[in-house]
């Protein structure tokens, strides 16, 4: 499986170690820093001084980006990679694999919802989905294709507890199966699942029409 516009956003090999608010006051056991932080600070002309552990040069980085210049060096960098990463998957598998997964990878994002009508063989199918990732398949160098992973919801109905939602079906598309996307304003409540249901027939609504062609 091949990703493309690969992740941009150095300076912290271990999300792990990136403290919670309720995390600050903890002390963090001595860990170098990567060779990754170092070539960050060089880049934003921050000097990592002797003895500062990899959550200190961290910490100098997170605190640093607060102000406007830095800020505005860092995301020219990101700008500048995520470009020449785009001018290579472009000459590699063509504009149109490019945009289609560009425009795949603008609807994957954390606790927004879709409705979706796709196809499913020959049949066409609805669902309410929360995309996770977009990539560029490769079959034996020859189909170039973009697929999208996506999750649909499933009502939990737990003894003496409220139902709730979560999304956690997987289901994994070719970005061709994909007939129509309306995205929700709002997210569904994990609790309410009355709007889950108005979404769902929304999204019923939606597929009549492709069933019509």
Same mark, same amino acid.
């Given at each position: 499986?091949?990703?493309?516009?690969?992740?941009?956003?150095?300076?912290?090999?271990?999300?792990?170690?990136?403290?919670?608010?309720?995390?600050?006051?903890?002390?963090?056991?001595?860990?170098?820093?990567?060779?990754?932080?170092?070539?960050?600070?060089?880049?934003?002309?921050?000097?990592?001084?002797?003895?500062?552990?990899?959550?200190?040069?961290?910490?100098?980085?997170?605190?640093?980006?607060?102000?406007?210049?830095?800020?505005?060096?860092?995301?020219?960098?990101?700008?500048?990679?995520?470009?020449?990463?785009?001018?290579?998957?472009?000459?590699?598998?063509?504009?149109?694999?490019?945009?289609?997964?560009?425009?795949?990878?603008?609807?994957?994002?954390?606790?927004?919802?879709?409705?979706?009508?796709?196809?499913?063989?020959?049949?066409?199918?609805?669902?309410?989905?929360?995309?996770?990732?977009? /990539?560029? +398949?490769?079959?034996?160098?020859?189909?170039?294709?973009?697929? *999208? %992973?996506? #999750?649909?919801?499933? !009502?939990?109905?737990?003894?003496?507890?409220?139902?709730?939602?979560?999304? /956690?079906? +997987?289901?994994?598309?070719?970005?061709?199966?994909?007939?129509? *996307? %309306?995205? #929700?304003?709002?997210? !569904?409540?994990?609790?309410?699942?009355?709007?889950?249901?108005?979404?769902?027939?929304?999204?019923?609504?939606?597929?009549?029409?492709?069933?019509?062609?």
């Amino acid at each position: 499986m091949l990703k493309f516009l690969k992740s941009l956003f150095g300076g912290n090999d271990n999300p792990a170690s990136i403290p919670s608010s309720s995390q600050k006051t903890q002390e963090y056991p001595f860990k170098n820093p990567s060779k990754t932080q170092l070539a960050e600070c060089e880049r934003l002309g921050l000097e990592v001084k002797s003895g500062m552990s990899s959550h200190d040069v961290w910490q100098m980085v997170s605190d640093a980006k607060k102000d406007p210049r830095i800020k505005a060096l860092d995301e020219a960098y990101h700008a500048k990679q995520r470009a020449i990463q785009e001018a290579e998957d472009r000459e590699e598998y063509g504009d149109i694999i490019v945009y289609n997964y560009k425009r795949m990878d603008a609807l994957c994002r954390v606790g927004v919802h879709h409705l979706v009508v796709f196809k499913k063989g020959k049949q066409v199918d609805a669902d309410v989905l929360e995309f996770e990732r977009a /990539n560029i +398949e490769d079959e034996n160098e020859k189909k170039i294709h973009v697929t *999208v %992973e996506g #999750l649909r919801p499933k !009502i939990y109905k737990p003894r003496g507890e409220s139902p709730y939602i979560e999304w /956690n079906k +997987e289901i994994v598309f070719k970005s061709d199966q994909i007939l129509e *996307v %309306e995205t #929700l304003p709002t997210p !569904i409540d994990m609790f309410e699942l009355a709007q889950l249901e108005n979404a769902l027939e929304r999204a019923r609504q939606l597929k009549q029409k492709y069933l019509k062609e």
